[in-house]
């Protein structure tokens, strides 16, 4: 669902940069004084293991596929709040240094992705996990809730495709649909077993609340596991992904619209996830993948220390 350079209007550009940065910026304010020190490796953890499930996609039907957006996990595991902060670092690196979204599309994709399943998707996991209550209760929450994320995004992205001036509401929305809601049943088993995992594991770090993301014991061992599969993730499983085009590409493809005739405003590093001077996709894609899982975790590391120092300062001030 990463929407690339050129499809968007400027208008749309603007007013989702709009939208997405004020609350990216509302969020940093809502976490600078609860954050932990402790909790820090965890948000760094989460950040390489979104980055590495959206490297892989899964094959659905028509010679589509999908992968993992990750914004309820990240808000089931951080809290909604800095949940949309780690899928907005996420999606940043994404765009500047692999081109999978574009620079001035990233407002519409913060929007799509990271505030839909972060805030949105995390009050329906918490509406469902306080219905139903217990650990089954936080992994149907968290399974139905990725499932209506996936497809909200969806409506997002077909109403800004529409409103660009580029396709038809009605012809976008069909398609948009048809191929994300099955798109959503892969988001809903995944988040469901991975937070089915943590629950069993580390049941403290899902049963607090929304706003408070502290350090909890024995935290370290999670993180180092949650670390591991990342590298296995982007280094083993990304070199047999799906080759087919998304549910996005797919659709823009049906509607009759040659992607190939967009142009990116920013000149990726790494673009499609490739090495320059590498040329066995076998060595390429795993070695931009570490590239892609250190960029993400040393700039979460750094945004959420920052935030935190900030936030120390500011309640000395007090």
């Not at 050129?6 to 940069?17: A, E, F």
């Not at 980055?51 to 309820?72: D, E, K, R, Y």
């Not at 209550?133 to 209506?148: E, H, N, P, V, Y």
């Not at 469901?192 to 943590?198: K, R, T």
Request: with cysteine; aromatic share 6%; net charge neutral.
């Amino acid at each position: 669902m990463h929407l690339p350079d050129g499809i968007l209007d400027p208008t749309t550009c603007v007013c989702t940069g709009i939208v997405s940065a004020a609350t990216v910026g509302y969020a940093v304010h809502r976490v600078r004084t609860e954050l932990q020190s402790g909790a820090i490796p965890l948000i760094g953890m989460t950040a390489s293991c979104v980055f590495a499930a959206q490297m892989v996609n899964f094959p659905i039907v028509g010679g589509t596929s999908g992968h993992l957006l990750g914004g309820v996990l990240a808000a089931a595991l951080l809290g909604p709040w800095v949940g949309l902060i780690t899928m907005s670092i996420v999606l940043l690196v994404q765009s500047l240094l692999f081109h999978d979204g574009g620079v001035t599309a990233l407002g519409a994709n913060i929007l799509n992705m990271g505030i839909i399943g972060s805030l949105l998707g995390y009050s329906l996991y918490s509406a469902v996990q306080r219905r139903i209550g217990g650990r089954m209760g936080i992994i149907a929450g968290a399974a139905l809730a990725s499932w209506f994320a996936v497809q909200i995004g969806a409506i997002l992205c077909s109403i800004e495709l529409a409103g660009s001036g580029m396709f038809r509401l009605e012809s976008t929305l069909t398609n948009m649909e048809y191929f994300h809601s099955i798109i959503g049943v892969g988001e809903m088993l995944i988040t469901g077993l991975a937070v089915a995992c943590i629950s069993q594991v580390r049941p403290s770090l899902l049963d607090r609340p929304a706003d408070t993301l502290m350090a909890t014991k024995g935290i370290d061992g999670l993180v180092i596991a949650g670390a591991a599969i990342a590298l296995f993730t982007s280094v083993g499983l990304s070199t047999v992904a799906s080759t087919n085009p998304d549910g996005l590409e797919a659709t823009i493809e049906r509607l009759g619209f040659d992607m190939s005739s967009l142009s990116a405003v920013w000149s990726a590093p790494f673009a499609d996830y490739q090495v320059p001077g590498l040329q066995s996709l076998a060595i390429s894609t795993p070695a931009a993948g570490m590239i892609g899982i250190i960029a993400v975790t040393i700039l979460s590391l750094s945004v959420m220390w920052l935030t935190m120092s900030r936030g120390n300062r500011y309640v000395k001030r007090l």
